[in-house]
């Protein structure tokens, strides 16, 4: 397996205070790990939102779409933590590192359910409706978002995780579900997140989450090129695939499989 080259530059400055803010900030150095406040939050999504529901009596269709999936992601996503978690939240990290991820990014993921079921949406204008008055056409694309989302996320995540585990030596993974993106596995958590976005109907966790994935998946996307660069394969791979989104044209020529017999 080709030697991995640590960033430099401009990305390996990021890669730096991003390591350092997520596994070694002051206060309780090594006494937990990254995955433990990201499950924390995933499996606080569904309790919370009933605990609003009940508080504020309000069990309209939009926010019982809203229980059903961000409950329902949060215990696919501890499941799968279990099952074929990644190995780069397992290592150790500071008590003061915890409690800032689970601040940010993972706070912000809050947004839409408490702009949904509490004041916090009327406080600040600009929201486009209410759970009362959720469109049909707006919950058909939150279910379809959130079901094309999970299926991107979970099956490419699964598919990496088995792969680098029994494929030795380790090589580039470009078929399956990197065959036409990268990073098929932050395209599904977008799109899972926008499901939830567009429940809210409120312009601030578009912001909150753009946020999100400009400082943190798109700085996470652009060092995995920079790492996987070490691999002969790698230029071919990138010039196929797109960084996020499926490439158009390896996409047109990865119809003719669907009728391909055998």
């Known amino acids: ?95 003061g590192s915890a409690l800032a991820t689970f601040v940010f990014p993972l706070g912000f993921y809050y947004l839409p359910i408490l702009l949904m079921l509490t004041p916090l949406g009327e406080l600040i204008p600009g929201r486009w409706g209410t759970t009362d008055d959720l469109p049909l056409p707006v919950a058909f694309a939150a279910v379809l978002c959130f079901v094309v989302g999970a299926f991107f996320h979970f099956v490419s995540d699964a598919q990496k995780f088995f792969v680098l585990k029994y494929r030795q030596p380790r090589q580039l993974i470009t078929d399956g579900m990197f065959a036409l993106t990268r990073n098929p596995n932050y395209l599904g958590e977008i799109l899972m997140y926008s499901s939830f976005n567009l429940l809210a109907q409120h312009w601030v966790p578009w912001v909150a989450c753009a946020l999100v994935w400009s400082m943190v998946f798109l700085v996470n996307m652009l060092l995995k090129d920079v790492s996987m660069s070490r691999y002969p394969e790698h230029a071919a791979w990138k010039r196929q695939t797109g960084l996020l989104l499926p490439h158009p044209v390896t996409f047109v020529r990865k119809l003719r499989f669907i009728f391909r017999e055998g």
């Open 1 to 95: 397996m080709p030697e991995k080259r640590p960033p430099t530059g401009v990305l390996g400055a990021l890669w730096r205070i991003t390591d350092a803010y997520v596994h070694r900030l002051p206060g309780g150095a090594g006494l937990t790990r990254p995955r433990h406040p990201i499950n924390l939050h995933k499996i606080s999504v569904g309790p919370l939102t009933l605990a609003l529901m009940v508080a504020t009596d309000n069990f309209s269709l939009a926010a019982w779409l809203y229980l059903a999936l961000h409950g329902t992601y949060g215990l696919m996503w501890v499941a799968k933590d279990v099952a074929f978690g990644d190995p780069s939240w397992r290592g150790r990290a500071s008590l």
